[in-house]
Structures are given as C-alpha cells and as structure tokens.
Nanobody, 123 residues
Framework: QVQLVESGGGLVQAGGSLRLSCTAS????????MAWFRQAPGKEREFVAS????????RHADSVKDRFTISRDNAKKTVYLQMNSLKPEDTAVFYCAASRRLLPGSSNDYAYWGQGTQVTVSS
C-alpha cells in the first residue's frame, strides 16, 4: 500500500502562484509515476501533470504548460506542483496519485490517491 498526503492548497488571486506538495509513504518502491489531477465542480477529474520517480521525465497537460511545473525530491518522497499565473478556471480540488505504469495519462491507471487539496483562484 501507498499513502499520499497533499498540502499547499488555498485561496489566491488571479495571476498569483501556489506550490502543492504530495508526500508518499509505504511501498513507494512499487510505484513508477506520480501525478497531479484536478476536479472542478461539476466536471470530470482531469490530468494535470506526471513525473517518473527514476528519471524525472515529465508530462504536462496542454492547458497548464508554461504555467505549471511538476518536480520531485526522491529523498523526501515528495512531489511538487508549482503553479504560476493562476486563472479562475484553475479552481479545483487537486489530487496526487501514484501509478506502477510509466507516465500514464488516465486516472484509471493510478491505484493510489491522496485526499485532495482545494485550490481557489479569485478574479
């Protein structure tokens, strides 16, 4: 089993920045990829970004490229999502997830999930 705990959400004005953190514990050696997803009210959960523990290779959704950056600290078993130039449409609950697969984009490929952290961007 893998446990994931997110932190760093909050309320920010449009154009501002936030950094989310996700710390993993348990059998993290069984996971290959960490990712961030988000779910806005009334919408489906969508992929934001992912990163491989071993190589640091990343994927970012087109909607957040050039604004969001995923990174990791293997020693701390922590993944970060730096979010800049935030927009009101970025308002959502952000979830951290872990997968055994290599950089999958579908939520179905992620077996472990955090509880989520709320990000609210005001206009």
């Amino acid at each position: 089993q893998v446990q994931l705990v997110e932190s760093g959400g909050g309320l920010v004005q449009a154009g501002g920045s936030l950094r989310l953190s996700c710390t993993a514990s348990g059998r993290t050696d069984t996971t290959a990829t960490m990712a961030w997803f988000r779910q806005a009210p009334g919408k489906e959960r969508e992929f934001v970004a992912s990163i491989r523990w071993s190589s640091g290779s990343t994927r970012h959704a087109d909607s957040v490229k050039d604004r969001f950056t995923i990174s990791r600290d293997n020693a701390k078993k922590t993944v970060y999502l730096q979010m800049n130039s935030l927009k009101p449409e970025d308002t959502a609950v952000f979830y951290c997830a872990a997968s055994r697969r290599l950089l999958p984009g579908s939520s179905n490929d992620y077996a472990y999930w955090g509880q989520g952290t709320q990000v609210t961007v005001s206009s």
